[in-house]
């Protein structure tokens, strides 16, 4: 079954650094995601990503993210200058442009900032 | 907000008991979602009910959604240790246009042998 990969499952960085995670939704879907869970906590909505554009993105969201489709098949997260409240799981996820309207997940990207 | 909140917050039963969690939402939705964590993991979709449904069935699986009361429930029959997890629901406004799903802060379910 397709499935919505992402990388690295898990990345520790430094504070000030930049992160950029990776993801690969499922192919011929046209809608992506990306939320965040700080540990203990619940998922939490960054932004949605749809024909090459940002679609919606909340207020977490801020100058310090920007997600990119550099080609057909990856779709990314890069983190400036990353703060220690920014470790959490990273969730990338992707819709069919079908009725169905079930968002995918993958497994996440965990990231530690130290 | 449109967002989701469960409850129970936790819930422990023993094995072959049938779990209930229930979930409440604030505003129109056009679908409700529930996922299932295992501890550390990703998010494994379970079942979508769309608005104009009252009640779905997956398996061990049965959700109904009550759009005038604005809450949703679902039930696993039978439950099993594999069935302990963290169980999610999402509610959202999905269409051609975007949308997003917004999540509950989940019930904790444990199962025990």
């Known amino acids: 079954e397709p499935e919505v990969t992402q990388t690295p499952s898990h990345q520790v960085t430094q504070m000030g650094q930049e992160v950029i995670l990776r993801c690969v939704p499922i192919s011929n879907h046209l809608y992506f995601y990306w939320y965040r869970q700080i540990l203990g906590q619940k998922v939490e909505f960054l932004v949605s990503?749809?024909?090459?554009?940002?679609?919606?993105k909340s207020e977490i969201f801020d100058d310090q993210f920007s997600v990119e489709r550099p080609d057909g098949s990856n779709f990314t997260l890069k983190i400036r200058s990353t703060k220690l409240e920014d470790s959490a799981m990273y969730f990338c996820?992707?819709?069919?442009?079908?009725?169905?309207?079930?968002?995918?997940f993958g497994e996440g990207s965990w990231l530690t900032v130290v | 907000s449109q967002q989701g909140e469960e409850d129970p917050q936790a819930l422990s039963i023993q094995e072959g008991e049938n779990a209930t969690m229930n979930c409440s939402y604030k505003t129109s939705i056009n679908n409700l979602q529930w996922y299932r964590q295992n501890s550390g993991r990703g998010l494994v979709h379970l079942i979508l009910i769309r608005s104009n449904e009252r009640e779905k069935h997956s398996g061990r699986l049965r959700v109904t959604l009550d759009t005038s009361k604005k809450s949703s429930s679902l039930l696993i029959t039978a439950s099993r240790a594999a069935d302990t997890a963290s169980y999610f629901c999402a509610t959202g406004t999905l269409g051609n246009q975007g949308g997003k799903l917004i999540f509950g802060q989940g019930t904790e379910l444990s199962v025990k042998p």
């Open positions: 996820a992707s819709r069919p442009t079908d009725s169905g309207n079930t968002i995918y």
């Open positions: 990503f749809y024909n090459n554009e940002i679609s919606e």
